[in-house]
């Protein structure tokens, strides 16, 4: 599930390929130009285009929308315009600059839509339909352009020497499925012709876009410069690169060049990839986090918590976008030719060594920081030490290697950004010991070309055939270039070889029965009595490094479920939690958390999961708990009425109820038959001599018979205490259970515990909005009809007469998708599989 799949890898490897095969060819495109050319073309567009330019953007993507109202109009769909339009500008700011537009774009949507209630084979239905439109778009503009204005292809020796045939194909398939589609009514004439309008304004305005930062040309009119735009543009989007990069890029420059150099046609790419692509890709990336926000806000109910947590949740991936921008800088930096004017002043006041060497170890630097990017995100202690002291460094650095005072300053605000943010990075794992996923070595790779590419670039005038790469002075810049490559290029190798060979960091999963001393370690600093579960021995566990906190978990299907929030001390359940997640990767299983609180939401959106609001816990504060308030007079009046019944009411200490055994299973036994159960388990305790041995057992006589029990959850702390199993003979008068409970707060309250649990009551409080109403309507059927075997209806009608304060529980996974398996794995294993969820 996490690993990826060896035609995923090899996809990566293609694309990577494809890249550095274009980047070659631009450079023998570029190759008699220099950056300089570049710098004075791109201060040669005037500011009166650029606002031009950020107009056409706005219009194209309000028109790229209206796919998405098409479509909906289509399907015969009801949703607000403006919801539509919001929908489909995130979906495609994402999907254009991220690629992979197909997935990106329908997550997007599916997530989304299905927050409005869009059925979700409706939404799929509108994910084909742009889709297709895009396509069908593409190749009726494509095709007529190409073909009644052809392109001219003689300067990449393909196979025609036009692109006339390639249009007359591209018209033979849009006309062939737009035929079949109207002629078999599948859609109307009217979609069909709105289709095509949509996709010629659409693509009007992009190429618009990229033609007003040419200079005017006689020769190239906008007729004649659309086709070769579109050529660019198909290729582009066959190489599946995020927004085409390199192979648009490369294709455009070629086509256009026999009508400007290279570096005025760069310079507007420049500008164009700018506007179209990454400020939609930031303007939509801070709208959709904004949404979320508002969205957790929905289920949590307390602006201040939701805000809390999000902003935690987002701090790691955000200060490892700036960390790793800053390592791009400084490398990009190093590969550049100083300001010539700066290094005199430098020259002055010092060593060329000194100036040099600075050149060289900010360029490692950031080459490191690109690592220790991946450690921030990560959320490590270590990453977090280490990014402060290379940025100082950076900063230092800098200054010292050509007064860079922008790159010092940018540094410097990272730095001031992320040194009061240290109890945000508490995982004290070594980065040698994560994984890095692919995606990010990619990342670090294409730097590392990029890099390469453009410094032979800016240096392409130079004699640099006759450098010596080690060669130091104050007017030899292009040695030190090489000297960088070869330290960024070290530094990477290194530390890839050094995490290949480094001694692999074990995740140990144990049976609970095999490592008790340590569980009643971390029981003992526990506030939360439901981790006493642990003494079923039915579950296995995991710690952090230190010992002092677990997660305890059930496998089931393909997930590993793990039991409420981590056990142990507060300060390590984050450490616990990735533990967990680390191993549920290595197995590539599904990751579930159980019945988990509000309290480490924080912690579990750290490693990326979603959740479902499953139930609410009642909690009564037994500081304030009275029987005399006019909201628990029935229970008052149980209470009142069996005290009459000569019935009596005392507490088995701890360790001491073995000599009772017998007695308490004849009546565990019998209620079980009286109800027609099955023991279950997992999230619930079960009748074992040795588990209830464990507790104080409360239990209820007459005539000096036991005649109900329930053993008592509690913690050292004394916050909390909770009733497990609760169990009476049938014989036992009506409010028997009511009256049980009444004597085991009273309890509580009298030995000086601050909370008591009377346990969950599911599916209560659970509301559309909690999540993707789809997915939630599917995984309430699965999750219902599992529960109904465990006698759940009617418990908060029960629990409610002791008016309590309801708090919710949550089931965090992983994958918008997964919901449905993940609640038949958490089914089967409270229940003990199919037999027992069966034989209820």
């Known amino acids: 599930m996490y690993n990826k799949s060896r035609y995923d890898k090899l996809k990566y490897l293609l694309e990577i390929g494809i890249f550095c095969v274009v980047i070659y060819f631009i450079h023998k495109e570029m190759k008699i130009y220099s950056i300089k050319d570049v710098k004075e073309s791109l201060r040669a567009i005037k500011s009166g285009y650029v606002v031009l330019g950020i107009g056409i953007v706005i219009i194209d993507y309000f028109l790229l929308t209206m796919y998405d109202v098409l479509a909906f109009k289509n399907e015969k769909l009801q949703l607000s315009n403006l919801k539509i339009i919001f929908t489909s500008f995130i979906s495609y700011a994402f999907a254009n600059s991220i690629g992979l537009s197909g997935l990106t774009g329908s997550g997007l949507r599916i997530n989304l839509y299905s927050l409005w209630n869009v059925p979700y084979k409706s939404i799929i239905k509108v994910i084909k339909f742009c889709y297709v439109s895009f396509w069908v778009g593409l190749l009726w503009v494509g095709g007529l352009f190409l073909t009644f204005e052809p392109v001219d292809l003689t300067r990449f020796n393909f196979y025609f020497d036009t692109t006339k045939e390639v249009g007359i194909i591209l018209l033979i398939i849009a006309a062939s499925y737009s035929a079949h589609k109207v002629f078999s009514k599948k859609k109307s004439l009217e979609i069909s012709v709105f289709q095509i309008l949509i996709s010629l304004l659409d693509w009007i305005l992009v190429s618009g876009l990229i033609y007003i930062f040419l200079p005017h040309s006689d020769t190239l009119t906008f007729i004649k410069f659309f086709p070769i735009f579109l050529s660019a543009q198909i290729i582009g989007v066959l190489s599946n690169l995020p927004g085409g990069i390199g192979a648009f890029d490369y294709v455009f420059l070629t086509l256009m060049g026999k009508y400007y150099p290279p570096s005025i046609i760069v310079a507007a790419l420049i500008i164009f990839r700018l506007l179209y692509y990454i400020a939609p890709f930031g303007i939509a990336f801070v709208s959709y986090c904004i949404y979320k926000m508002l969205l957790k806000r929905g289920e949590l109910k307390n602006i201040s918590i939701v805000l809390g947590k999000l902003i935690i949740s987002l701090i790691p991936l955000l200060i490892s976008i700036l960390i790793f921008a800053a390592g791009i800088v400084l490398i990009i930096s190093g590969s550049i030719p100083p300001l010539i004017y700066r290094i005199k002043i430098l020259k002055d006041v010092l060593p060329v060594f000194t100036i040099k060497i600075s050149h060289f170890l900010g360029s490692i630097t950031g080459a490191v920081l690109l690592i220790l990017a991946y450690g921030i995100k990560k959320r490590l202690n270590g990453a977090y030490y280490m990014t402060i002291i290379f940025l100082g460094a950076g900063i230092i650095l800098s200054l010292l290697k050509g007064l860079e005072y922008e ?69 030899k810049e292009f040695p030190g270039f090489l000297r960088t490559t070869v330290g960024i290029s070290a530094t990477l190798i290194v530390f890839g070889v050094w995490k290949l060979f480094a001694p692999v960091n074990e995740i140990i999963e144990t049976e609970s029965i095999e490592v008790g001393e340590k569980i009643k370690k971390c029981l003992y600093f526990s506030d939360n009595p439901e981790g006493n579960l642990v003494l079923l021995n039915d579950k296995k566990v995991i710690f952090e490094d230190e010992e002092e906190s677990f997660v305890m978990y059930g496998k089931s299907g393909r997930s590993y479920v793990a039991m409420g929030d981590p056990v142990g001390k507060p300060e390590k359940a984050g450490d616990s939690i990735w533990k967990f997640y680390e191993l549920c990767r290595k197995n590539s299983k599904q990751p579930v958390f159980y019945e988990v609180s509000k309290d480490y939401l924080d912690y579990y959106l750290d490693v990326g999961l979603n959740f479902l609001k499953i139930g609410e816990e009642g909690i009564i504060d037994l500081k304030e708990f009275t029987l005399n308030i006019p909201q628990r007079k029935n229970i008052r009046y149980t209470y009142n009425k069996l005290n009459k019944e000569n019935m009596t009411f005392e507490v088995i200490p701890k360790g001491e109820g073995i000599k009772y055994m017998k007695r308490l299973k004849e009546i565990s036994d019998e209620w079980l038959e009286s109800k027609k159960a099955k023991e279950k388990g997992f999230s619930l305790g079960y009748f074992d001599e040795e588990y209830l041995n464990n507790f104080p057992i409360a239990v209820l006589k007459k005539d000096n018979e036991i005649i109900a029990f329930a053993n008592i ?87 409610n007469k002791f008016y309590p304060q309801w708090e919710p529980r949550y089931i965090a996974y992983s994958g918008v998708f997964s919901l449905p398996k993940v609640l038949k794995d958490v089914t089967l294993l409270i229940s003990g599989g199919v037999k027992g969820l069966i034989s209820k």
Do not use: H
């Open 713 to 799: 959850m509690v913690t050292e702390s004394k916050r909390e205490a909770a009733v497990d199993l609760m169990r009476y003979l049938k014989s036992c008068i009506s409010g028997t259970m009511e009256y049980l409970f009444i004597y085991i707060i009273l309890w509580a309250k009298n030995e000086g515990y601050e909370r008591f649990s009377l346990g969950m009551a599911p599916l209560s409080g659970m509301e559309n909005r909690d999540i993707a109403p789809v997915w939630n309507k599917i995984g309430l059927f699965v999750f219902k009809n599992g529960e109904s075997f465990y006698n759940f209806q009617g418990l908060k009608l029960f629990k």
């Open 407 to 475: 790159e010092a300053f940018f540094l410097g605000i990272i730095l001031a950004i992320i040194i009061p943010l240290k109890k945000y990075f508490y995982r004290k794992t070594s980065i040698i010991n994560e994984k890095f996923t692919l995606n990010w070595l990619v990342m670090i790779f294409l730097v590392a070309i990029s890099s390469i590419y453009i410094g032979f670039f800016a240096y392409s005038k130079s004699d640099y055939m006759n450098e010596i790469w080690w060669k130091v002075a104050f007017n």
